[in-house]
């Protein structure tokens, strides 16, 4: 059994830069992937950027791929999303997940294999 707890969402402009954490207790986070999933009202439930268990390859949506970046801290037992040059589509309530089985790639385009999920963090990209 894990937990997961999200923080780090807000309020930012545009161009603004925010960093997510998910801490996570129970069954150590060496076994899982993580992902961060993103939500918006109206919208599927999207995989935004997503880590292997080892932490060698990942998986990032188009939308986001060279402002975002995934990583962990299996001492910590936390995951990050260091999120830049914010826009108003990157609004949407964050939730990160963990998955026992499966790739980066099929985490995020697929949620397989997700055994956890956070309760989410809302950011908001407005002027």
């Known amino acids: 059994q894990m937990h997961l707890v999200e923080s780090g969402g807000g309020l930012v402009q545009p161009g603004g830069s925010l960093r997510l954490s998910c801490v996570t207790s129970?069954?150590?986070?060496?076994?899982?992937?993580v992902g961060w999933f993103r939500q918006v009202p109206g919208k599927e439930r999207e995989g935004v950027a997503c880590?292997?268990?080892?932490?060698?390859?990942?998986h990032y949506t188009d939308s986001v791929r060279g402002r975002f970046t995934i990583s962990r801290d299996n001492a910590l037992r936390t995951a990050y999303l260091e999120m830049s040059n914010l826009a108003a589509e990157d609004s949407g309530t964050y939730y990160c997940?963990?998955?026992?089985?499966?790739?980066?790639?099929?985490?995020?385009?697929?949620?397989?294999?997700?055994?956890?999920w956070g309760t989410g963090t809302v950011v908001t990209v407005s002027s």
């Open positions: 129970g069954t150590s986070l060496d076994f899982y992937a």
């Open positions: 997940a963990v998955a026992i089985f499966g790739s980066s790639e099929d985490m995020c385009l697929h949620e397989g294999g997700i055994n956890f």
């Open positions: 880590l292997d268990r080892e932490g060698g390859g990942t």
